[in-house]
């Protein structure tokens, strides 16, 4: 499976960032997509997931200001974030999981300013 994430970039506080990730590949129904982030110093953290079934799951840092969404058609998972504060700064990984795989896209860097 392979993931390509698309949408970071560089915002001021308060304002708004739409992530992206496709997968491609083998990619078995059964699935949960998700995004994490790391930001410098500090370990890879859970942002939000989705089931295939459209069950989502929030960090509680994030809840009300973050969404996530899939289309199941195109493989795609979404994350609207609102709201963007400074200690959202940092690299945004897509995942998908199943029984058999956990694949990573390639990070992408948000950076919110004060």
């Known amino acids: 499976v392979q993931l390509q994430a698309s949408g970071g970039g560089s915002v001021q506080a308060g304002k708004s960032l739409r992530l992206s990730c496709r997968a491609s590949g083998r990619i078995l129904s059964l699935n949960i997509m998700g995004w994490y982030r790391q930001a410098p110093g500090k370990q890879r953290e859970l942002v939000a997931d989705c089931t295939i079934g459209g069950v989502t799951n929030y960090a509680e840092s994030v809840k009300g200001r973050f969404t996530i969404s899939r289309d199941n058609a195109r493989n795609t998972v979404y994350l609207q974030m609102d709201s963007l504060k400074p200690e959202d700064t940092a690299v945004y990984y897509c995942?998908?999981?199943?029984?058999?795989?956990?694949?990573w896209g390639q990070g992408t860097q948000v950076t919110v300013s004060s």
């Open positions: 995942n998908m999981r199943t029984w058999r795989d956990n694949s």
